[in-house]
């Protein structure tokens, strides 16, 4: 099925460093999602944007709705260990499709103390 | 625990064979989706009902899969004949949608039920 593109598909870091992932798309969305997946549950929403051009904080947690609202970016400031996990974006189209969210590959994101 | 809940969270189940999930949505919900995930990648989504209502259907939903929420509450997805294929985590998402503000809201996520399929 259609997908987004989301990069990086991984990260190792530092604790302390700070992280940035992508997401883009040749559809036009209406609303861009950021969730966290650890092992074994679903994905938990971090941050939610509806407006083109809207940037988004959640404690240490940054995102942005692209201005051509084809794409978004995720940032992390001053990384800690339970940062870890995967990092999937999703956009919802309007329309007849509000009823579906497409799903980025993930970034995979590794922590070291 | 107000969240979405699934069950069972793992189903091991022989090839042929018939299995069913379940999704209770958050209660005041009345938008419920099933997604897919496959090791590796970001969910990919089935099917999802407002109230008892069926309103879209994604193609990879076979003719082998069912998904029903007769009382526009909980929701259950059968597939039939299971293949190896059809391994994978099932994903139920509920989310607010009827009208003005809430018909936008995100979706919030179970944990899934793990399908293996032998």
């Known amino acids: 099925g259609q997908q987004l593109n989301q990069s990086p598909q991984s990260m190792f870091i530092q604790e302390g460093e700070d992280v940035s992932m992508n997401c883009t798309s040749s559809?036009?969305?209406?609303?861009w999602l950021w969730y966290k997946q650890d092992p074994g549950e679903g994905p938990v929403l971090l941050i939610a944007?509806?407006?083109?051009?809207e940037l988004t904080s959640n404690g240490r947690l940054t995102a942005q709705f692209g201005i051509t609202r084809k794409d978004s970016f995720l940032n992390i400031s001053a990384s800690i260990p339970s940062d870890v996990g995967i990092y999937f974006c999703?956009?919802?189209?309007?329309?007849?499709?509000?009823?579906?969210?497409?799903f980025g590959q993930g970034t995979i994101l590794t922590v070291h103390p | 625990d107000t969240g979405v809940s699934q069950n069972p969270r793992h189903k091991i189940t022989k090839r042929g064979q018939n299995v069913t999930f379940r999704c209770d949505p958050i209660?005041?919900?009345?938008?419920l989706y099933w997604y897919r995930q496959t090791l590796g990648q970001g969910p990919e989504f089935l099917t999802y009902?407002?109230?008892?209502?069926?309103?879209?259907k994604s193609r990879l939903l076979s003719d082998r899969f069912s998904a029903e929420r007769p009382k526009g509450s909980f929701s259950t997805l059968e597939i039939q004949r299971t293949e190896q294929g059809d391994s994978a985590m099932y994903l139920c998402?509920?989310?607010?949608?009827?009208?003005?503000?809430?018909?936008?809201?995100?979706?919030?996520f179970g944990n899934g039920t793990r399908l293996t399929v032998t």
């Open positions: 944007l509806y407006k083109a051009g």
């Open positions: 209660s005041e919900h009345n938008r």
């Open positions: 009902f407002q109230n008892e209502a069926q309103l879209e």
């Open positions: 559809s036009i969305f209406n609303t």
């Open positions: 999703a956009g919802r189209a309007g329309g007849t499709s509000y009823g579906k969210l497409t």
């Open positions: 998402a509920s989310s607010l949608g009827s009208s003005g503000a809430s018909y936008n809201s995100p979706l919030h």
